[in-house]
């Protein structure tokens, strides 16, 4: 599977890179044929010259040619260098692409396993690194095959003997390669994974710096950063130890047995009179055996960094592989708002369930409010319903309809959310209302803010930075609050959404609410039991179950669990 997805992002790009491959062939070729034409200048015209009164004049053509053929491969390597490289940007381009829109498809529950800063590692290092497996095979490794390929050619044409004598080194560079393989893949692997360790910490670190400082916990996160780290050195320091012993060393010592070999071999010939050799004939086989070691030489050399390059492919295909949900571009006709919770149980983890028979209906514009305490599963509803997870047992129907039987993105369409931490995006703060979205116009988007009573204090061209942090906790739930009315939803979420505002800023939204909710069926989770008096229907949750449901008044009639949460917090608002 892995060398079948390689592939296929290779087939996008195989006409740029036969080309370059073919344009690689004759640099190669030209190249070659050089020290031909040197041996028959040598031979006819500076040796034998003199002795045999042979004329000068075609001297300068053979001259020619052979600057011709330099010319030639100068500007066909210099072609397909350019050709090669652009078509590994291609690819590499593509499949950052084919990432970055798989992340999109992927359900929260991967995310919910993987810190984002090792997401980012598998986008940007390990997609880098896969470019220069398509530069290292089909420039450097092509390079060198076809080179020693047409070398040996050469040898053979010219004495078989000695070229025999030459592929003696085959065997010796495929073992070992076996050998490099087998270690460099153990450690170029944990290298990767370290260095993705180190890029989760940091973001987390980042993200969390106000938590860290307060606590006085930098030290603790310096030695934690420093274990990945040292652990990542010293994996670095036995590819490096693997390297030395294994490249230059091992190359020098087989080209001097070979040249040992070329000495005894010609010497032999030459000592026993059995065969004469030409000046040219022996320039032309230290000439070839010399290009047979370069290639020899780069092959070695780019092991490292092929074995680099392979493992990081392997870790971002991983994650291609990882199963997705297709963006779907359906649309359906507004939602009603009827929602229904059948016999419903949910999982995350195995048969864990955190969630247990929940059944309960929301009549279209009717608000159903949920609540209790940490744990008690409020959030997984609101994550069921959104579609972020699936249900493991029941089902979920919206106007009678099994939300499974249509696209999540579908499913979403008319379905808004504000969240108890809401997420801003760099931009402005018009853009994080509308997103960008074509469908929501200017006037969308400052309807949307005078419904929520306004911006306190910024303007909607007013920057914003990443995750907003510039703003108060305030404005950026009314960002959030306004971003999910001026799409307009038929189904309105709010998890917690009035739990990091102040007061002012909550009655703002609660007037806004009641005109709001009209026509609109909304689903509240709140922890202020006063803003939710009166919703159409309270369910109380313990433990992943229903134990209590009504309005706020039929609640507290019963003196029950409700009734106990409501006094306790009226006590807490009046001490």
Same mark, same amino acid.
């Given at each position: 599977?892995?060398?079948?997805?390689?592939?296929?992002?290779?087939?996008?790009?195989?006409?740029?890179?036969?080309?370059?491959?073919?344009?690689?062939?004759?640099?190669?070729?030209?190249?070659?044929?050089?020290?031909?034409?040197?041996?028959?200048?040598?031979?006819?015209?500076?040796?034998?010259?003199?002795?045999?009164?042979?004329?000068?004049?075609?001297?300068?053509?053979?001259?020619?040619?052979?600057?011709?053929?330099?010319?030639?491969?100068?500007?066909?390597?210099?072609?397909?260098?350019?050709?090669?490289?652009?078509?590994?940007?291609?690819?590499?381009?593509?499949?950052?692409?084919?990432?970055?829109?798989?992340?999109?498809?992927?359900?929260?529950?991967?995310?919910?396993?993987?810190?984002a800063g090792k997401v980012v590692s598998r986008i940007t290092n390990d997609t880098e690194a896969v470019r220069d497996l398509f530069v290292t095979v089909l420039s450097q490794f092509a390079s060198s095959i076809l080179t020693i390929f047409g070398v040996y050619i050469m040898l053979f044409i010219l004495d078989w003997r000695m070229g025999l004598i030459v592929l003696c080194l085959l065997p010796i560079?495929?073992?070992?390669?076996?050998?490099?393989?087998?270690?460099?893949?153990?450690?170029?692997?944990?290298?990767?994974?370290?260095?993705?360790?180190?890029?989760?910490?940091?973001?987390?670190?980042?993200?969390?710096?106000?938590?860290?400082?307060?606590?006085?916990?930098?030290?603790?996160?310096?030695?934690?950063?420093?274990?990945?780290?040292?652990?990542?050195?010293?994996?670095?320091?036995?590819?490096?130890?693997?390297?030395?012993?294994?490249?230059?060393?091992?190359?020098?010592?087989?080209?001097?047995?070979?040249?040992?070999?070329?000495?005894?071999?010609?010497?032999?010939?030459?000592?026993?009179?059995?065969?004469?050799?030409?000046?040219?004939?022996?320039?032309?086989?230290?000439?070839?055996?010399?290009?047979?070691?370069?290639?020899?030489?780069?092959?070695?050399?780019?092991?490292?960094?092929?074995?680099?390059?392979?493992?990081?492919?392997?870790?971002?295909?991983?994650?291609?592989?990882?199963?997705?949900?297709?963006?779907?571009?359906?649309?359906?006709?507004?939602?009603?708002?009827?929602?229904?919770?059948?016999?419903?149980?949910?999982?995350?983890?195995?048969?864990?369930?955190?969630?247990?028979?929940?059944?309960?209906?929301?009549?279209?514009?009717?608000?159903?409010?949920?609540?209790?305490?940490?744990?008690?599963?409020?959030?997984?509803?609101?994550?069921?319903?959104?579609?972020?997870?699936?249900?493991?047992?029941?089902?979920?129907?919206?106007?009678?309809?099994?939300?499974?039987?249509?696209?999540?993105?579908?499913?979403?369409?008319?379905?808004?959310?504000?969240?108890?931490?809401?997420?801003?995006?760099?931009?402005?703060?018009?853009?994080?209302?509308?997103?960008?979205?074509?469908?929501?116009?200017?006037?969308?988007?400052?309807?949307?803010?005078?419904?929520?009573?306004?911006?306190?204090?910024?303007?909607?061209?007013?920057?914003?930075?990443?995750?907003?942090?510039? =703003?108060?906790? !305030?404005?950026?739930?009314? *960002?959030?609050?306004? $971003?999910?009315?001026?799409?307009?939803? /038929?189904? &309105? #979420? @709010?998890?917690?959404?009035?739990?990091?505002?102040?007061?002012?800023?909550?009655?703002?939204?609660?007037?806004?609410?009641?005109? =709001?909710?009209? !026509?609109?069926?909304?689903? *509240?989770?709140?922890? $202020?039991?006063?803003?939710?008096?009166? /919703?159409? &229907? #309270? @369910?109380?949750?313990?433990?992943?179950?229903?134990?209590?449901?009504?309005?706020?008044?039929?609640?507290?009639?019963?003196?029950?669990?409700?009734?106990?949460?409501?006094?306790?917090?009226?006590?807490?608002?009046?001490?």
């Amino acid at each position: 599977m892995f060398k079948k997805r390689l592939m296929h992002y290779a087939n996008l790009y195989k006409k740029q890179l036969i080309i370059g491959v073919s344009f690689l062939l004759i640099a190669v070729a030209a190249d070659l044929a050089g020290p031909l034409i040197a041996k028959e200048m040598i031979d006819r015209y500076i040796t034998d010259a003199k002795a045999d009164g042979v004329p000068w004049q075609p001297f300068s053509v053979l001259l020619a040619i052979f600057f011709g053929l330099s010319v030639v491969s100068a500007i066909f390597r210099y072609t397909q260098y350019i050709i090669l490289q652009s078509g590994a940007n291609n690819i590499i381009k593509t499949m950052r692409n084919d990432v970055y829109e798989h992340i999109n498809r992927l359900t929260i529950r991967y995310f919910d396993s993987l810190p984002a800063g090792k997401v980012v590692s598998r986008i940007t290092n390990d997609t880098e690194a896969v470019r220069d497996l398509f530069v290292t095979v089909l420039s450097q490794f092509a390079s060198s095959i076809l080179t020693i390929f047409g070398v040996y050619i050469m040898l053979f044409i010219l004495d078989w003997r000695m070229g025999l004598i030459v592929l003696c080194l085959l065997p010796i560079l495929i073992a070992f390669v076996w050998f490099y393989h087998k270690f460099a893949t153990k450690f170029n692997h944990i290298i990767r994974t370290r260095l993705s360790d180190m890029n989760g910490m940091l973001n987390e670190s980042i993200n969390g710096m106000t938590i860290i400082q307060a606590f006085g916990q930098e030290k603790k996160m310096e030695q934690e950063f420093e274990e990945i780290n040292k652990d990542h050195y010293d994996y670095q320091n036995k590819m490096l130890v693997l390297d030395a012993a294994t490249t230059h060393n091992l190359i020098g010592l087989l080209r001097s047995v070979v040249f040992l070999a070329f000495i005894w071999y010609f010497g032999s010939q030459a000592l026993s009179g059995s065969e004469a050799f030409s000046v040219g004939l022996l320039y032309v086989f230290i000439d070839y055996i010399t290009r047979l070691f370069n290639p020899f030489m780069q092959i070695v050399g780019q092991l490292n960094r092929l074995e680099r390059a392979r493992v990081s492919a392997q870790r971002v295909l991983e994650l291609l592989e990882y199963d997705g949900t297709e963006v779907s571009n359906e649309h359906m006709p507004r939602y009603n708002g009827h929602v229904a919770f059948n016999d419903v149980s949910f999982a995350y983890k195995d048969e864990e369930y955190v969630l247990k028979n929940i059944d309960f209906e929301a009549q279209p514009g009717e608000t159903v409010a949920l609540v209790g305490h940490t744990g008690s599963g409020k959030s997984s509803i609101m994550n069921l319903l959104f579609r972020f997870y699936d249900v493991s047992k029941g089902s979920i129907t919206i106007d009678g309809q099994n939300v499974n039987d249509k696209p999540v993105q579908t499913t979403r369409e008319h379905m808004g959310i504000v969240l108890q931490d809401p997420y801003l995006f760099t931009g402005t703060v018009a853009s994080n209302i509308s997103l960008n979205d074509p469908r929501i116009s200017d006037a969308k988007v400052k309807a949307a803010v005078e419904a929520v009573g306004g911006l306190k204090g910024i303007e909607l061209d007013d920057k914003v930075v990443e995750r907003g942090t510039t =703003l108060s906790s !305030g404005q950026r739930q009314l *960002i959030s609050f306004a $971003r999910a009315l001026a799409f307009d939803p /038929a189904i &309105l #979420i @709010l998890d917690e959404a009035t739990s990091n505002i102040d007061s002012e800023t909550e009655e703002m939204i609660q007037r806004a609410m009641d005109v =709001l909710k009209r !026509g609109r069926t909304t689903f *509240i989770i709140a922890h $202020r039991l006063s803003t939710i008096k009166n /919703a159409n &229907l #309270i @369910l109380v949750l313990d433990a992943g179950r229903i134990v209590e449901r009504g309005t706020h008044e039929e609640l507290l009639a019963k003196q029950g669990k409700y009734y106990q949460m409501y006094r306790l917090q009226s006590g807490m608002q009046t001490n």
